[in-house]
């Protein structure tokens, strides 16, 4: 039973008589926080709550603090209490994560890879419950290796879908990136920036923007920088 202010657990006796047990010290090395994540506000993270404190006390960690993030998405950047977690990481007040499955942590392999990867540097543990991966155990440290191997892969294929579908475009004569510049408005660049003092700013007000202006800087500084004629 949570005590009145949230904190730890009491038995009904100490409860009723408002006595409060002292907390005990964790252990060095057995910090423990955990992570839940539901979908919806309707959902409750009583079943991975459960789990993951029936883990840790089979395992003999300390759980310290619990996070859960409700109603937000596997995708979505924006989780508070991951990024909570995030941090209590990097300032050293925890030594292991328990999370019920890595689809409840991870947006996708690659973020499930990053994280790991800086959990490693850190010297923190991660345990993904239903998952049975462990990175302190040989199974877990194998299976980090082949996290790294499917998010290069997935990076992979990524870029050979993209660079297969421009491929594809071109073939059918569609013309990729931004739109080519007429001649005639180059050689009305060419001739402003040669014969005028005109700023960028006023040659891109007299071609009335029919090139960006970055575009009209490259031409109006290629044009002077060029030998002149007869020169």
């Not at 689809?103 to 994280?115: E, G």
């Not at 510049?181 to 700023?199: C, M, N, Q």
Request: net charge positive.
């Amino acid at each position: 039973m949570k005590d009145l202010a949230g904190h730890g657990r009491v038995s009904e006796k100490e409860f009723l008589s408002g006595r409060k047990r002292a907390a005990a010290k964790p252990r060095p090395g057995t910090r423990t926080a955990l992570y839940m994540r539901v979908s919806t506000a309707d959902q409750k993270p009583d079943l991975q709550d459960d789990d993951l404190r029936g883990y840790a006390a089979r395992a003999g960690l300390d759980v310290v603090q619990d996070y859960c993030d409700v109603a937000v998405s596997g995708r979505r950047e924006g989780r508070p209490q991951l990024n909570a977690l995030m941090a209590a990481a990097r300032n050293h007040e925890i030594d292991c994560v328990l999370v019920w499955k890595f689809d409840r942590f991870a947006r996708s392999t690659r973020h499930l890879l990053t994280a790991l990867e800086e959990f490693d540097h850190l010297g923190v543990r991660f345990v993904s419950v239903q998952d049975q991966i462990d990175t302190d155990s040989p199974m877990g440290r194998a299976m980090f290796t082949i996290i790294g191997a499917m998010a290069e892969l997935e990076s992979s294929l990524i870029s050979e879908r993209v660079t297969a579908g421009m491929r594809a475009a071109e073939a059918r004569g569609k013309h990729l990136g931004r739109p080519a510049i007429p001649k005639r408005v180059i050689s009305e660049i060419e001739a402003l920036a040669i014969s005028t003092d005109l700023s960028v700013r006023q040659i891109h007000a007299k071609i009335a923007g029919q090139a960006s202006r970055g575009i009209v800087g490259e031409i109006i500084k290629r044009a002077r920088a060029a030998p002149s004629p007869g020169l």
